[in-house]
Every structure is written in structure tokens, then in C-alpha cells.
């Protein structure tokens, strides 16, 4: 035997001799206590919601096709980026997902993330209950499969019919073709439910594997296969590594597998494949289960996760666990149901009220709840914890800070304050407060919910937010060059910067998010009586300055010794030199808290409407492919963020009727306008391409989300009644609204004149009414006046 060989039997035989007392517990349970259990109740039809029916969760997964909105990318070879979405069934904001998985991202991430379906792909290979952000990287890997069946990489793929295909808040169902089987999946807050109806069949199987990187693999009893994989990253998810999948009756037969890396041939005996036998560790270890199935006849399985076998065991088992597919299917729809009550719309299409409701289910992507309060979890120092409130995981801050965090703070304050709470004592365990990507925006979380009253410890939160700002060996990268001089240079790449290279430092985006950054910091030390520190960020806050370049008038990068990169072509998208996976004319827009300091670099009111107006209508003619790029006016890009403000600033510049038009374009164009009605521009990101729709389909937009200010667009619905979570309802009326009636004509606000093309939380917090008249011809006279723009860190004059 060789050394690797004996290795393993090592390796499974102290699996076994480590878990021997809980196989005893699991194969006793499994023996008598869940069949009855697990008899369901057919497929009975929950009642019928106004607002949960309207949801369908496929939105967001298939791409626009439209070419003069998809510009140059993909690149050849590489499917073209969907909103990345999944329709699997999840509750709201919870960690536990059982997804449809058509990707096989074990053999590549053609997309650059581990998505795990794609519309337009015909075959399914799986079917995932875990907990990762994007449910392809999920373990394990479970399909029914009746007759033959292969060793995963090479996973049995079945053709699968679209029209049986269904997908709604908490639900997922399909028909695979190939099997003559039916999956259905739903999902509690810690477990996943999978209901396969077989054919009649003495070889109607369920393949249970994890992923590449494998592990430890058993089958307990006749019910039951645990497990644990190496795949981990106890900090980030809750779910945990060890799984357990208990069958609602016994195997017929069942055995191990492994992919045999030992063996280097071709074919014919590249698997390690073995009935009967009950432990496997390896890559791509698995266990498979066979059942000798009546036709229709229903197999229910449940799958937990945990950081324990036990733990995962004692979730499956916990009072809150749903033994029955129908009730759980219910609870999960009720507890969307609740949440879209909260948003009633009148008015609009039959299309548009899906597109609103789709993606306000998804605007819940994030962050995930890692534990309710009493749960165990693994904390940023990688030490067990029990929760002391409902603890959540990190914030996606560079996208959903940007818009998500805002209606979150609408709908759900009390869960935005568990989310600061989170943030803080990650901060705490870590030693400072949570980056993303190369912005630092939690400040923008802190600030936003101080400006919303939303109570807090804010002092305790400010000390790690002042830290990341001010500690050269902090999370901020390259701030020590950005404290001495203002700004961040960049390197000259050894060849073409056009998208995929990825070294450079994104020194003018990155100068420019920082600057942000600092502004939201002065006002949180401003309120603190912190004055020196408000001073200091506020001069860093103008440090976007340093890297606008005004003999082209734009941002541009800049070399170590202060020169400018050349050459520069603002119309190239970059992915990490000079910019953030933006072009110059996208990145131009980056400076949200001061659109009027901006506008005076430009050259004035009438200067910058010019150049936002060419920035809408110059065509979009790049060298390099940017892969998200996708969902383009002209140099817009709606499928990636650092320009998704860019419609609403015309309110700063005397002409708002221009955003409502550009809202209404954007919110037409780029959402479901594909064959399939499903498409979405760029990638979700988490929720917020998402939460973009959500907002100006309700008519207005954060462009600051560290600001209490929202800037007015052009609502889609007749009547929106937004419940806030303080218990008060916010009431949008467009009267005479209509596809062709976009323009805003006059308003009010409580019944008295309103000319204003924004509005502030404080107008709305204690419950408000607006009323739009709207037209078909702008009123270019309505929120034009200089004193009528929106506040900016520089006064308008």
C-alpha cells in the first residue's frame, strides 16, 4: 500500500473511532423518528399573499441581450454576466439556502465568482443546502439521479424543463426530464429541505458529495449521511463545516466514493467507487443512497449545518426545525409576506410590480445572519461564541453601502442596529472596523443610521472607524501615501491596462471612495464634539481634488512623482489601474458628498449638465472588455457601481426633469427587458442592483447613503405606503402617472407646496404624504432654482 493510500485509512478509521458515540445517537434517531414526521401533506397550495405571489426569484439570473446594452463584453469564451442572482429558497437575510446549481464551478469560474446558476444553461448537476454567498461554493452537493450515475467532477447532468420550472420567495420546484423526477426546496432559518418525487424505479438514487477540496464523508444508520469538509471559513459562515442529511426512509442500498487521484489514467477506473462501505475522506468524497421507489412516490430530505457534527444535528432537531416540506414551505412565505406587506404599490404593470417585489426579495441578500440571539457562532477571532443579540456577518460595504444599507434603515431599524452592533464587535475581535473591496464604507452605515435616529453607541463605534483611517497598518490600503499628499499614485502596468490586469493600485478611485469616506467621518466627529478630528476629515474630504485632472476634466491617475499617466482615454473601462473596474467617465461622478464642489471644477451649472448629458450620449467604444459593464446609456454603466448615482445629479444642477427621465429609461431598459424577463444588467452584488430598482421604482434614491437626503426621480407605481420600521408610513401619490406621464409637474409634501427635487429623512420620519402631479412634457421650471439643489460638503453660490 502506498504512503497516501494508508494515509487515508488512517484518516477514516479515526473518523470512525472519533465518532463512534454519535453514530450510535444518529442511527438510533434515524431508525423510528422521522418518518412520520416527513409524511407531508401533499402538495398543498399555501393561500394566496398581494403582495409575496408577485415575487419571482428568477429574476436577476439570465443577461440582458439587448447588443446596444451589453456593449463589448463577454469575452470570447465567457458567458455573459447575469445579475448572478439565485431563486433558491432562503428566508430573509439568513445563511441557509437550498439552491438549484446548473454550473459546475468545481471546474471553473468563468464569471469570476461561484455563482450557481445561469438561466440559459439546459442541464442541472445539483442541488446545495449550505450557506456560502453564492451557492455554488456550497457542500455538499446532493442530486437524484434514477439509474446510472458518475463520479462528481463528472456530475450526472439532467435536462430539465423550463415551463415546470418555479420560483418564488422561500420555494423552488422543477421537473428533471431526464430522471422523470420532481425537486422541490424550501428552507427554514438553519435548515434546507429537498423533496424528490421519484419514478417507479428499484434504482432511484440520491449522490451526496462534497466538493474539490473534499473531505470526510459517512453513512450512520439507515437514514442519515454526516460529514465535514476542508472548504472552511468559520468566521464568515454561520452554517458552519460539518453537514447532516437525514432521508425521510431507509436506504435500499447505499456506499462510498471518492475521485481516485491515485490512479492517472483515462476512463475506465479514475473513481474509487465501493457498496456498502460507510466512511470515505478524499476529494470529491460522497455517499451515495439507493430506494426502490413506487411511481410519485416522495423522498423528503433535511440538511443542517454546524461546526460540530452535533451542532448540526442539534439545529436540525432545534424547536424552531420544520420536519414537514408544506409547513415549512408556508412559514417561509409568511415571513416574506410580512416583509413585502410593508411595501404596498399600486399602479405600474403586471411586470413591473414582479420586478419591484423580485427585487425586493433580493435586496435582502445581505448581510447574512450568522446567529440568533443564544445561537453559537465563530466570531472574527475564530473563537466559539454564544450570540448576546442576532449577530450577523460582514457588510458588503463597496456595493450595498451604497444603496441597501439605506433601505434597510426604511424597513428594518432594529436589524440595523444588530448590524452596527455586529460591525462593532467584529471591529472589536479584529482589531478594526470591516473594509470592502478598496473603499472603507462602513462609516457610511454609522453616519446614515446617527442622521436617521437610529440609537446607537456611536463613540464606541467611531473609535474603530477613526482607526481605519488614520493607522497606515490598517485595512486602508495605501494610506500613507494618501495621508501625506492627498492622493494615491498608481504604477505604469509592463503592458495594455485594459481589463483583466488587475495590479494596479486604482489610485483616482480610490483617492476619490477615500474622500468620501472622510467627509462621512467629520460629520460623526462633528457630532461627537470631536472638532479637531472633524477639521482634519473635512480637509481630507476635498482630497478628490487632487486627482482631477482639469486640461481633460476628468479624474485621472497619477504617477509617484506627481505627473499624469499618459496616455488616458476616458472611455477605456480599467479594472484596477487609475480606476475600479470603471472607465474615466464613470469614475468622473464618484464624489457624492460634494456634487457642487465637483460642478465648480467642471466649470459651472451649464458645463456640468454638458458634460453629464455627453456622458449619457457618447457611445460606448472601448478596447478593453469590462466584464460587468453591462446595462449602458452611452459611458453609464448600471451593472457595476461606481456610477450608479449618476442619474440623480441633475437635481444638483438646475435639471431634474433629466433624472426623471434617466430613471425611468434605467429602470425600463436594463431590468427584465430580455427574452426571458428575467435579465439584469452587471452582477446583483449582493443585493444592490437590486436595491437600485427598489428605490427609484419607489421614486427616489440616496445618491449619499452617509446623508439623510434622497433625491427625487420618477416613481413607477400610482401609490407606494412604505411602512418604516418606526411604525410610521411614508406615502408616495403620482397622480395621472403613466408610461408616457414621467415628467414631474408640481408637488406637495403634507399638503403644502414642495419644489424641491429631494427631500430629507427628517421631512418623512414621523410618517409623510408626497403627491406628484405628472406630465408628459418636463417642467423645466420645477427644482431648478440654485437654492433648491440638494446639500453638497461646498455651498452653491
Known amino acids: 500500500m502506498n504512503p497516501l493510500a494508508a494515509r487515508r485509512r488512517r484518516r477514516a478509521s479515526l473518523l470512525f473511532s472519533q465518532r463512534t458515540g ?84 468545481d471546474l471553473s469560474y468563468p464569471s469570476g465568482v461561484g455563482m450557481s446558476y445561469y438561466y440559459t444553461n439546459p442541464t442541472m448537476i445539483g442541488f446545495t443546502g449550505g450557506g456560502s454567498t453564492y451557492g455554488g461554493r456550497a457542500s455538499p452537493m446532493i442530486m437524484p439521479v434514477v439509474g446510472d450515475w458518475t463520479v462528481p467532477p463528472d456530475y450526472a447532468h439532467a435536462y430539465y424543463d423550463k415551463s415546470t420550472e418555479k420560483a418564488s420567495p422561500g420555494y423552488y420546484a422543477v421537473d428533471l426530464a431526464t430522471f422523470h423526477t420532481k425537486v422541490e426546496l424550501t428552507a427554514t432559518q438553519r435548515t434546507s429541505l429537498m423533496r424528490f418525487t421519484f419514478p417507479a424505479s428499484h434504482r432511484s438514487n440520491v449522490i451526496v458529495n462534497l466538493r474539490r477540496v473534499g473531505g470526510d464523508v459517512e453513512v450512520v444508520g439507515d437514514h442519515t449521511i454526516r460529514g465535514v469538509t476542508k472548504n472552511s471559513r468559520p468566521e464568515r459562515d454561520s452554517d458552519g463545516d460539518w453537514f447532516v442529511a437525514e432521508f425521510s426512509q431507509p436506504f435500499a442500498g447505499f456506499g462510498t466514493f471518492r475521485a481516485n487521484h491515485e490512479h492517472e489514467g483515462y476512463g475506465i477506473g479514475d473513481a474509487d467507487v465501493q457498496p456498502n462501505r460507510r466512511a470515505i475522506s478524499g476529494s470529491y468524497a460522497g455517499a451515495y443512497v439507493t430506494f426502490d421507489t413506487r411511481a410519485g412516490e416522495q423522498v423528503l430530505v433535511r440538511v443542517a449545518h454546524g461546526h460540530s457534527a452535533e451542532e448540526a444535528q442539534q439545529r436540525l432537531h432545534d424547536q424552531n426545525a420544520e420536519a414537514d416540506f408544506d409547513r415549512a414551505h408556508e412559514k417561509a412565505r409568511a415571513a416574506w409576506a410580512q416583509l413585502f406587506d410593508r411595501v404596498e404599490v399600486s399602479g405600474g404593470t403586471a411586470k413591473q410590480r414582479m420586478l419591484f417585489y423580485s427585487t425586493l426579495y433580493h435586496s435582502f441578500a445581505s448581510p447574512r445572519l450568522l446567529a440568533h440571539k443564544g445561537e453559537h457562532f465563530t466570531g472574527a477571532d475564530g473563537k466559539v461564541q454564544v450570540a448576546s443579540y442576532d449577530r450577523y456577518g460582514p457588510v458588503p460595504f463597496w456595493d450595498t453601502g451604497r444603496n441597501q444599507i439605506t433601505l434597510l434603515m426604511l424597513m428594518e431599524p432594529d436589524v440595523v442596529q444588530n448590524i452596527m452592533r455586529s460591525e462593532l464587535d467584529r471591529a472589536r475581535e479584529r482589531g478594526y472596523m470591516d473594509t470592502s473591496f478598496h473603499g472603507d464604507h462602513a462609516v457610511f452605515l454609522y453616519d446614515g443610521a446617527w442622521q436617521r435616529g437610529i440609537p446607537f453607541d456611536y463613540a464606541a463605534a467611531y473609535e474603530y472607524l477613526r482607526k481605519n483611517a488614520t493607522d497606515p497598518k490598517g485595512p486602508r490600503g495605501y494610506l500613507a501615501e494618501y495621508m501625506k499628499q492627498g492622493w494615491i499614485s498608481d504604477i505604469l502596468p509592463p503592458a495594455n491596462a485594459s481589463p483583466p490586469y488587475a495590479d494596479g493600485k486604482a489610485g483616482a478611485a480610490t483617492t476619490l471612495e477615500y474622500a468620501w469616506d472622510d467627509h462621512a467621518l467629520a460629520d460623526v466627529a462633528r457630532r461627537l464634539g470631536k472638532q479637531d478630528d472633524a477639521a482634519m476629515f473635512l480637509r481630507r474630504a476635498a482630497n478628490y481634488r487632487n486627482v482631477f485632472d482639469p486640461s481633460v476634466g476628468f479624474m485621472r491617475g497619477r504617477t509617484a512623482d506627481g505627473k499624469w499617466i499618459s496616455p488616458f482615454d476616458p472611455g477605456e473601462p480599467y479594472y484596477n489601474f487609475m480606476m475600479k473596474e470603471a472607465s474615466g467617465w464613470s469614475t468622473l461622478w464618484l464624489v457624492p458628498h460634494d456634487v457642487q464642489g465637483l460642478m465648480n471644477l467642471l466649470g459651472g451649472r451649464d458645463a456640468f449638465n454638458a458634460k453629464l448629458d455627453a456622458f449619457f450620449s457618447t457611445p460606448y467604444n472601448p478596447k478593453g472588455i469590462c466584464r460587468d459593464c453591462t446595462g449602458l446609456i452611452g459611458q453609464y454603466v448600471q451593472g457595476n457601481q461606481p456610477d450608479q448615482q449618476a442619474a440623480y445629479l441633475y437635481a444638483w444642477s438646475g435639471q431634474p426633469w433629466k433624472t426623471q427621465a434617466l430613471a425611468r429609461r434605467i429602470l425600463t431598459d436594463m431590468y427584465g427587458s430580455d427574452a426571458t424577463g428575467y435579465g439584469f444588467p452587471g452582477m446583483d452584488d449582493q443585493g444592490s442592483t437590486s436595491s437600485w430598482y427598489v428605490l427609484s421604482a419607489m421614486g427616489f434614491y440616496p445618491v449619499d447613503p452617509s446623508s439623510p437626503d434622497y433625491i427625487l426621480g420618477s416613481p413607477i407605481f400610482d401609490r407606494v405606503r412604505l411602512h418604516m420600521g418606526n411604525g410610521k408610513v411614508f406615502e408616495v401619490v403620482a397622480h395621472n402617472n403613466s408610461a408616457r406621464n414621467i415628467y414631474i409637474q408640481s408637488a406637495t409634501l403634507n399638503g403644502k407646496p414642495w419644489n424641491k427635487p429631494w427631500f430629507s429623512h427628517a421631512d418623512i420620519a414621523n410618517g409623510a404624504s408626497l403627491v406628484l402631479e405628472m406630465g408628459p412634457e418636463p417642467n423645466k421650471s420645477w427644482g431648478a432654482d440654485v437654492q433648491d439643489a440638494p446639500a453638497s460638503m461646498t455651498a452653491a453660490h
Open 22 to 105: 454519535m453514530a450510535l445517537v444518529l442511527a438510533t434517531f434515524a431508525a423510528g423518528s422521522i418518518g412520520a414526521a416527513y409524511a407531508g401533506k401533499g402538495n398543498t397550495t399555501p393561500p394566496a399573499s398581494s403582495s409575496v405571489d408577485e415575487a419571482n426569484t428568477l429574476v436577476g439570473t439570465a443577461p440582458l441581450d439587448r447588443p446596444e446594452l451589453i456593449g463589448n463584453a463577454p469575452p470570447p469564451g465567457e458567458p455573459l454576466y447575469s445579475g448572478m442572482t439565485s431563486p433558491g429558497a432562503t428566508l430573509p437575510q439568513s445563511s441557509t439556502e437550498a439552491t438549484p446549481v446548473n454550473l459546475n464551478v
